[in-house]
């Protein structure tokens, strides 16, 4: 097993989950068995309490662990599938020390962070390594060198790298290259600085990634090797890049994966990169362009709905199609009835989403898609508010709502899952991860999924109440998929519409550029028509 550390220095978003995935990306695509481990530095357990205002998406696993995004971009890059333990948090670590403190398995010592987190940090990263059969293990430590709160995760991964030898465990420090606008110099004090500081905590990196807004100059690659002592072929420049998949591409050029390879004594394997390249092309070169209204309440933060666009990538580069998301706020649409993106837009898209603020915006914008024969694709909470809009406009239950937005509505058309009435504690208890749907016959969404059974990925604590199935069937609503007792429904669609398919699971987190997601795929389609 090879360990692989990536850090980041002088400030965050440089880049370092895109960076760290497609370092994977190239060893995987060496023939290679390479997993990832996200190092999330804060005290929640998991993200799935955090805002994602704060934190962009909760990503979510299979196994119903909600994790951070850049587990998404593992994920993606690696096409594989990984479980909870792949994400470590603080909250995780104490929680596990605390309870065996409780238990007396560290009677009558005092338990301190040296030796107890320390050594809880390396057994969790041990022991995922191991269960997952990896010949590579990427790790990377969220935050930035310097934050207090990672100071234990560096401290564990100077006492791993000794334990088990500085070639079996590397180091790479992602870090920033600023260009001073005044000279148009590329500064490198900065990365000076920030290796400055890991080595000051007994971390010298194998290996320095120069974030930069255009290749890294000779000189600025000798001088980093020079103040940071590392080789000069061990500095890599790592530009601003058109897409995230074409990061891949732009590290291989650096050999960034042979180095990697011949330090950690690795078999020298050739690369097969072909594929990739042309998804990036496809990406980068569109031959159509399609416009989506994305309805949703945390538009400025596109990261909030990450999967979601990825999604849409996938599906769109498969049809050689660009596209252009029109972010529309929900709430903008409900107070000033302002439809002009809604007009322009090819398709809408209604992405999953809590709580009321913003809903009935979201509610007439699946108004327009369905009395305007556009494109439309709900998940989650999209799905249930179609369920809404159909309940109201169509079949005539004026009133008609989910609990989560009003518990005293006369059709409560969506209401809490039986299972959730007794539950209190908010923390990891919604329904979640796989779960699997039966998909009916003759419907939109057998012809999209090609089978009859389906796993996909689920986050929600309401379903569509099942004391109103009938009457919106009745009323040409179609439930084209259920869960497997048939209690739950799982996919919705109108018939007489070009594209209108709502899934209360999210298709978003299983999508891969080397197999778009099929509701994606349908959606994509269906505007192309359009044109
Ligand atoms: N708020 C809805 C529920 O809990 C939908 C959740 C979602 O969109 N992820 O059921």
Redesign the pocket.
């Known amino acids: 097993m090879k360990y692989l550390f990536v850090t980041g220095g002088v400030m965050s978003g440089l880049g370092k989950g895109i960076t760290a995935a497609s370092i994977g990306r190239l060893l995987k695509s060496r023939g290679f068995d390479v997993t990832a481990i996200k190092i999330d530095p804060y005290l929640n357990v998991d993200a799935g309490t955090m805002s994602p205002f704060q934190h962009g998406e909760v990503f979510v696993l299979k196994d119903g662990g909600e994790v951070d995004l850049d587990l998404g971009n593992y994920e993606r890059f690696l096409n594989t599938e990984l479980t909870s333990e792949h994400n470590i948090t603080t909250g995780k670590v104490y929680r596990s020390v605390i309870e065996k403190e409780r238990s007396g398995e560290y009677l009558g010592r005092t338990v301190q962070i040296i030796p107890h987190i320390t050594n809880q940090i390396k057994d969790r990263i041990r022991d995922v390594a191991k269960k997952s059969d990896s010949d590579i293990c990427i790790i990377e430590v969220g935050g930035t060198v310097g934050d207090i709160e990672g100071m234990p995760y560096l401290e564990a991964i100077r006492q791993l790298r000794n334990e088990e030898g500085k070639d079996n465990a590397m180091l790479i420090h992602v870090t920033l290259v600023p260009i001073l606008d005044v000279v148009g110099e590329q500064k490198t004090k900065p990365t000076q600085h920030s290796v400055k500081e890991l080595r000051g905590l007994g971390l010298d990196p194998d290996m320095v990634v120069g974030r930069c807004e255009e290749p890294l100059k000779e000189k600025t690659k000798s001088k980093i090797a020079l103040f940071c002592d590392v080789k000069e072929e061990a500095v890599i420049s790592m530009r601003d890049a058109e897409d995230i998949y074409q990061v891949p591409l732009l590290l291989e050029k650096e050999n960034i994966a042979e180095i990697i390879s011949s330090q950690a004594g690795l078999e020298k394997k050739k690369n097969d990169l072909s594929e990739w390249r042309g998804y990036v092309e496809n990406i980068l070169n569109p031959e159509k362009l399609v416009n989506i209204a994305l309805v949703g309440k945390y538009t400025d933060l596109e990261d909030s709905y990450m999967s979601v666009i990825e999604a849409i990538k996938h599906s769109a580069a498969e049809k050689n199609t660009g596209y252009n998301i029109l972010w529309t706020d929900a709430e903008n649409l409900e107070e000033n009835k302002d439809f002009n993106y809604l007009k322009k837009a090819d398709g809408i898209l209604v ?5 009321s603020r913003g809903s009935e915006g979201k509610i007439e914008a699946i108004k327009f898609a369905r009395e305007r024969n556009k494109p439309f694709l709900g ?4 799905f ?1 508010l179609a369920v809404i809009e159909y309940a109201r406009n169509v079949v005539g239950l004026e009133g008609a709502c ?1 609990t ?1 937005i009003d518990e005293d509505i006369e059709h409560p058309v ?1 209401d809490l899952l039986p299972e959730q009435k007794e539950i209190d504690e908010l923390g990891g208890t ?1 329904r979640l991860g796989n779960q699997i749907t039966e998909i009916k016959k003759n419907t939109l969404a057998k012809d999209l999924y090609g089978k009859e059974e389906i796993i996909e990925r689920h ?5 569509v109440n099942p004391n109103y199935i009938q009457r919106l069937e009745e009323n040409g609503l179609k439930f084209s998929g259920e869960d497997e007792e048939g209690k739950r429904m799982e996919i919705l669609e109108l018939p007489n519409h070009k594209y209108f398919l709502g899934t209360q699971f ?1 298709p978003e987190f299983k999508s891969r550029l080397e197999s778009p997601s099929p509701p994606f795929l349908g959606f994509i389609e269906a505007m192309n028509e359009n044109n």
């Not at 998940?379 to 999209?382: E, P, R, S, Y």
């Open positions: 992405p999953g989403g809590f709580g998940l989650c909470f999209g249930q989910s989560e969506i919604m986050r929600h604590r309401y379903e999210h």
